[in-house]
């Protein structure tokens, strides 16, 4: 059973820093594209940013609003992603999902995580 | 940017009809489509990708249709348990995902 779990979610100063981590189950970790999405309070979903498997060349790609601001990486041999996350505004507040890609043919989302709330709030 | 907008923004409906939510690109994301269901305080859940083929696990009731910038999603007969937003998301400007704004379907 493909499980994913995010943690280190919580309430942060603007300008502040967190790390999120999603611990990766059930499937080839090593070989899938993960990604953060993230959902505002009452609003809809956001892309945040991918990483792609070792053997796809384990680069990272990142929506605008983040861009120079969040940093995704991986360790395979923890089966974890981890979302790193510096100059926090208030704009960031959300729940931060992390997704599986499906295949390389097909770039949905198959699997997702519960979620971790973060809070940006002076 | 590629902006995916969905139609209708809310819907109201009873169980056992049939109903038809609507989503459309900017400019061609040619069959690289999914939909998404998210009920409260859940994950999002992948429906169908490819525009029209069900995920593992997914009912019969729901099908996906379209290409280019036209999409639908069609939940054949509603169920109680159906009732949710439902989200498209288009991945073929990747890596750069864009997801609609959600079409909330509730109980008449």
């Known amino acids: 059973e493909v499980q994913l779990v995010e943690s280190g979610g919580g309430l942060v100063k603007p300008g502040g820093s967190l790390r999120l981590s999603c611990a990766a189950s059930?499937?080839?970790?090593?070989?899938?594209?993960m990604s953060w999405v993230r959902q505002a309070p009452g609003k809809g979903l956001e892309w945040v940013g991918r990483i792609k498997s070792k053997r796809g060349g384990g680069t990272t790609d990142y929506a605008a609003p983040v861009k120079g601001r969040f940093t995704i990486s991986r360790d395979d041999s923890e089966n974890t992603v981890y979302l790193q996350m510096n100059s926090l505004m208030t704009e960031d507040t959300a729940v931060y999902y992390c997704?599986?890609?499906?295949?390389?043919?097909?770039?949905?989302?198959?699997?997702w995580g519960q979620g971790t709330l973060v809070t940006v709030s002076s | 940017e590629i902006v995916m907008t969905q139609s209708p923004a809310t819907l109201s409906v009873s169980p056992g009809e049939r109903i038809t939510l609507s989503c459309r690109a900017s400019?061609?994301?040619?069959?690289?489509l999914a939909w998404y269901q998210q009920k409260p305080g859940q994950a999002p859940r992948l429906l169908i990708y490819?525009?029209?083929t069900r995920a593992t696990g997914i009912p019969a009731r729901f099908s996906g249709s379209g290409s280019g910038t036209e999409f639908t999603l069609t939940i054949s007969s509603l169920q109680s348990e159906d009732f949710a937003v439902y989200y498209c998301?288009?991945?073929?400007?990747?890596?750069?995902?864009?997801f609609g704004q959600g079409t909330k379907l509730e109980i008449k």
């Open positions: 400019q061609s994301v040619t069959s690289k």
């Open positions: 998301q288009q991945y073929n400007y990747w890596p750069l995902y864009t």
């Open positions: 490819g525009a029209s």
């Open positions: 997704a599986k890609v499906y295949t390389l043919d097909n770039l949905a989302f198959d699997f």
């Open positions: 059930g499937f080839s970790f090593s070989d899938a594209w």
